[in-house]
């Protein structure tokens, strides 16, 4: 074989395994730890793979995340059943918190009119319900982040400390092992805020955002009450929600 028929089938190895080692290599496609060693050089070369001791794995793979506007135009059906779902859970009275994700959006965007109140930092969300007569609102106030028009820095969250509600609603870039995690970490410190002001904390995220690990770590997964998604999870993933006491709502089942 020659070495970029090995150097393919390497490839192959890892987006199966995740990891490949020197011996993996010589037993697979029998051949010298030296060849082996020169067969991911190569691979490092060509940013293909990063080198580990002892062997390789693939390069780790960041979403890009698109601004707001592109964001609301490509929200999906899976999103539109998981904000449909969550806004049936809210009841009259109560009090709440909405963050600036999308699949949260979804939610106001279904909340019947029935007299709550909402606090949010979402520039679009306050919009929305702006529209829906009983439902009152507190804007929270600071920087805004133009791409993503939400609102951060430290005014919003002392405000936030000086309130306690019911649910906090939020979104998630990757929800896996290592918690809830987002790309922008003014984002991520005022979610942290919201969920330690919340009586019960509801997570919507679809099955793209499960077992993806993103750049600022938030809440572990014991900070979580409620998880709703669209698809049913891995059962690695239920088992680790399981162990942190997270409940699990997957709209999937409900349209069976």
Do not use: W
């Not at 059906?77 to 809210?90: D, F, N, P, V, Y």
């Not at 979610?191 to 993103?214: N, P, S």
Request: with cysteine; glycine share 6%; aromatic share 6%.
């Amino acid at each position: 074989m020659y070495q970029e028929e090995r150097l393919i089938e390497i490839i192959h190895y890892l987006k199966e395994h995740q990891r490949i080692s020197v011996d993996d290599i010589c037993e697979q496609f029998d051949v010298s730890r030296d060849t082996a060693r020169r067969d991911l050089v190569k691979l490092e070369e060509q940013k293909a793979i990063v080198r580990t001791r002892g062997g390789a794995i693939l390069p780790a793979a960041h979403k890009e995340i698109k601004d707001y506007r592109h964001r609301l135009h490509t929200v999906s059906a899976e999103k539109r059943q998981i904000g449909r779902k969550a806004a049936s859970l809210i009841k009259n009275g109560d009090t709440l918190i909405l963050d600036a994700s999308t699949t949260v959006q979804a939610c106001a965007d279904q909340m019947e009119e029935i007299p709550c109140t909402v606090m949010t930092n979402s520039i679009n969300l306050a919009e929305i319900l702006s529209h829906k007569s009983d439902i009152n609102i507190e804007l929270l106030g600071g920087h805004l982040h133009k791409e993503h028009r939400f609102l951060y820095g430290t005014s919003v969250v002392d405000k936030l400390s000086h309130y306690f509600v019911d649910q906090a609603f939020v979104g998630v870039v990757g929800i896996s092992e290592h918690g809830l995690t987002i790309a922008h970490e003014e984002d991520g410190m005022v979610k942290r805020k919201m969920i330690q002001q919340a009586k019960q904390v509801i997570v919507l995220a679809d099955h793209t955002k499960i077992g993806v690990t993103e750049y600022f770590q938030y809440a572990e997964l014991k900070d979580v009450d409620l998880l709703i998604t669209d698809r049913i999870p891995t059962a690695a993933f239920q088992q680790a929600l399981k162990e942190q006491n997270v409940e699990l709502l997957v709209t999937e089942e409900e349209g069976k």
